[in-house]
C-alpha cells in the first residue's frame, strides 16, 4: 500500500487554538512510521498540482483569490474557520497533487499496490467549485476523480465518505453525474446543514447520491449494518472501476468536534468490509483521503487501523459475499434490533433505493 506525505503539508495555517492545525498530520505521520514491521508500506512523495488541473472543478477566479491571498502573507480567511497563509496556495496544490499522485500509482499497468492512504492538508470535501469552507481548499477527491477520468478513462467511480460532517461540496459537484456515486455517513443535523436523506441526485445522477444522516451518539453498529445492508449492495449495482474514501476520523467518540461514537477498531471494521468489497468489484483499486479528524491521539490511532485493515490480506481474503461481513462481526436481526440507533433512517434510505 502506498503512503502519501510530505512535510511541506505542515505549513498551511488556519492560526491560533484552530482544530485543524499541523500537529494532526505530525502525529499521523508519527503513528504511521511506528507501525509494525509486517506492514510494509511504500512511501511516496506527490507532486505539486498546476493550476490547469484545478480548473477541471474550480473556478479560475476562485484559484486566483487564493493564490493572491497566500502571496500578500499574513493570515486571511475565506470564511469564519477557514485560513489562508503565505504557504495554503502551495500547500492546497500539493494536497491535490497528492491524490493524483496516489491515482498514477494505482492506476497505470503494473502497479505494485492498487490502494493509497494520502496524508494532507488541507483537506477538501467542503471546497465548492468557486468557494473554501469548513477548513478546505481545493477538493482533492473531486478533483482525483476528474484527474482519472482524463488520464486513464475511469468511467465509474464511488466515493464514500464517513467524516463527521456532511461532503456538501463533494456532494453537490457530482450531483447530476451519474458516473458517481457519493455515499455519506455523517451527524445529522449538524455543520454544514446538508446531507438529508432526500438528498438523491438530481437529473441523470438521480440516485446517485446517498446519505445516511446519523443522530448524535451514533456507534459502529449503524455503521456497520448501513454498509451491509445499503453501501455493497449498491456499489455491487453500480460496479466502480474506482472507490475514493473521504477519510474523517471526527466521528471518534474522543474527538469533541462532533457527538458520535466511533472507535479505532471501528474504523479497522469499515475499512475491511470495503477492501474486501474493492477485491470482487474494482481490482483492489481504492484512495483513500485524509479530510478531518481532530482529536490527534485518536485520529493518528485510527489513521493506523484504516491502513491495517487495508493491509490485512488474510481477513479480507476470507470475504467473499456479504453474508462473510455478518458472520465476521456477528450481525443477525437481533444485532440490527437492539444495537442500531438510526433503524428508522436506514429503513428508510432502503426502501429509497429499492433494498428491501
Known amino acids: 500500500m ?11 495555517e488556519n492560526g491560533p487554538f484552530h482544530p485543524e492545525s499541523p500537529e494532526r498530520l505530525k502525529n ?5 512510521d511506528s507501525m509494525a514491521p509486517e506492514y510494509t508500506l511504500k512511501y511516496i512523495s506527490p507532486f505539486k498540482a498546476d493550476e490547469k488541473q484545478i480548473e477541471m472543478v474550480h473556478y479560475t477566479e476562485y484559484i486566483k483569490k487564493v493564490k493572491r491571498l497566500s502571496s500578500e502573507g499574513g493570515l486571511s480567511f475565506l470564511d469564519a474557520d477557514t485560513g489562508v497563509n503565505k504557504y495554503t496556495y502551495s500547500c492546497a496544490l500539493l494536497a491535490a497533487g497528492g491524490c493524483f499522485t496516489g491515482l498514477d500509482h494505482i492506476l497505470k499497468a503494473g502497479a505494485l499496490s492498487r490502494r493509497f492512504f494520502l496524508a494532507c492538508r488541507p483537506p ?4 465548492f467549485p468557486y468557494r473554501g469552507s469548513g477548513f478546505c481548499i481545493f477538493n482533492n477527491i473531486a478533483l482525483g476523480i476528474k484527474y482519472a477520468r482524463v488520464k486513464y478513462g475511469i468511467k465509474k467511480v464511488a466515493v464514500v465518505d464517513f467524516d463527521a460532517h456532511h461532503g456538501n461540496a463533494t456532494q453537490e459537484i457530482f450531483y447530476e453525474d451519474a458516473g458517481v456515486f457519493y455515499m455519506s455517513m455523517h451527524q445529522y443535523p449538524y455543520y454544514p446543514g446538508t446531507g438529508d436523506l432526500d438528498e438523491v441526485g438530481y437529473g441523470t445522477g438521480e440516485g446517485f447520491n446517498l446519505n445516511l444522516p446519523f443522530a448524535s451518539g451514533t456507534k459502529e453498529p449503524d455503521y456497520l449494518v448501513s454498509i451491509i445492508d445499503i453501501i455493497l449492495p449498491l456499489l455491487e449495482k453500480f460496479e466502480p472501476e474506482l472507490i475514493m474514501v473521504s477519510a474523517g476520523y471526527d466521528s471518534h467518540l474522543d474527538d469533541r468536534i462532533s457527538s458520535l461514537g466511533l472507535l479505532e477498531e471501528s474504523y479497522y471494521n469499515i475499512m475491511l468490509a470495503l477492501s474486501a468489497f474493492t477485491r470482487w468489484s474494482c481490482n483492489s483499486r481504492m484512495g483513500i483521503v485524509l479530510e478531518g479528524g481532530y482529536n490527534h491521539i485518536s485520529t493518528s490511532r485510527s489513521v493506523v487501523s484504516t491502513i491495517s485493515a487495508c493491509m ?11 453474508g462473510d461481513l ?7 436481526g437481533s444485532y440490527r434490533k437492539k444495537l442500531v440507533r438510526n433503524r428508522d433512517i436506514i429503513d428508510k434510505v432502503k426502501k429509497n433505493f429499492n433494498l428491501d
Open 2 to 12: 502506498y503512503f502519501i506525505y510530505d512535510k511541506f503539508y505542515l505549513k498551511h
Open 28 to 32: 499521523i505521520k508519527e503513528a504511521v
Open 124 to 127: 477538501g470535501h467542503h471546497a
Open 312 to 322: 490485512d490480506d488474510y481477513a479480507a481474503g476470507k470475504i467473499k459475499k456479504l
Open 326 to 332: 455478518e458472520t465476521l462481526f456477528g450481525i443477525d
